[in-house]
């Protein structure tokens, strides 16, 4: 009986996971110790919810009521800015700033992402997991955006161990929060998902070119996760 109550309260302890979203929140997907999330909103009011519904509009060709997405992917990014602050800024305005003039006229809307993740590998959530977030072209709709504070000058593969290890516990994390989650791809991939179903950009001109966040970081990644089964992008005939 003894034996039977241990065993019971161990496989407990190793799969638990908080359903509700604290100001920080502490969810076990791996028997190791639990993977911490501080929220740090960016501004997400009225104005950025309606540019995002025309976004989706303009962009996808559908109208929708709300912005929430099914999550099918998980993108991984680096933000070429070594200053978390200065990338936190970056994303928090609800508008484009004036210096993305290489993605301006395809919307005002500011890029966003759904989780940043600093030098020592600390995880803050920018905003709600299930809404739609601008942070790549096409799959906007059914991605969820992680970006890592580093690639220097948009060259370096510098980012951290301390970074890989929570990319991995992130990951961990969101397919077992979101099992409709089927690829795990690099920014620097997106281009090849475009023989997709997932993909949906109706502008065949708006293309832009990304090396983040390196071939190395998402080698390693796919490597320590590669029991989740995530795919990579379809190879290209």
């Known amino acids: 009986m003894t034996k039977t109550l241990l065993l019971t309260l161990t496989l407990i302890a190793f799969t638990a996971c908080v ?7 502490t969810c076990t997907t791996k028997p190791i110790q639990p993977l911490q999330i501080i929220d740090k909103p960016i501004d997400f009011g009225s104005e950025r919810i309606s540019m995002t519904k025309e976004y989706i509009k303009s962009h996808y060709g559908k109208t929708v009521n709300d912005i929430t997405i099914t999550p099918k992917i998980i993108l991984l990014h680096w933000t070429a800015e070594m200053s978390f602050d200065k990338s936190f800024k970056r994303l928090q305005p609800q508008r484009l700033l004036t210096d993305r003039k290489d993605i301006a ?3 005002q809307l500011n890029v966003s992402s759904h989780f940043m993740v600093a030098r ?3 995880i803050y959530r920018l905003m709600p997991e299930n809404w739609m977030a601008r942070h790549v072209i096409g799959l906007n709709y059914s991605s969820i955006g992680i970006e890592n504070i580093g690639g220097k000058d948009n060259k370096s593969e510098d980012l951290t161990p301390a970074q890989l290890k929570a990319n991995i516990d992130l990951v961990y994390y969101l397919k077992a ?3 409709s989650i089927e690829y795990m791809i690099g ?3 997106y281009r090849e998902m475009e023989s997709t179903s997932l993909w949906l950009e109706k502008d065949k001109g708006y293309r832009t ?4 966040p390196g071939k190395k970081f998402m080698s390693d990644m796919r ?6 089964n995530l795919k ?5 005939k």
Not at 19 to 25: A, F, R, S
Not at 209 to 212: A, G
Not at 232 to 236: D, L, R, T, W
């Open 19 to 25: 359903k509700e979203e604290p100001k920080c929140e």
């Open 105 to 107: 006229k395809a919307s």
């Open 120 to 122: 020592d590998g600390t």
């Open 177 to 179: 929060k979101y099992p």
């Open 187 to 189: 920014h620097h991939e």
């Open 209 to 212: 070119v990304k090396s983040d």
């Open 223 to 228: 490597r320590a996760v590669k029991n989740l």
């Open 232 to 236: 990579s992008p379809p190879k290209a």
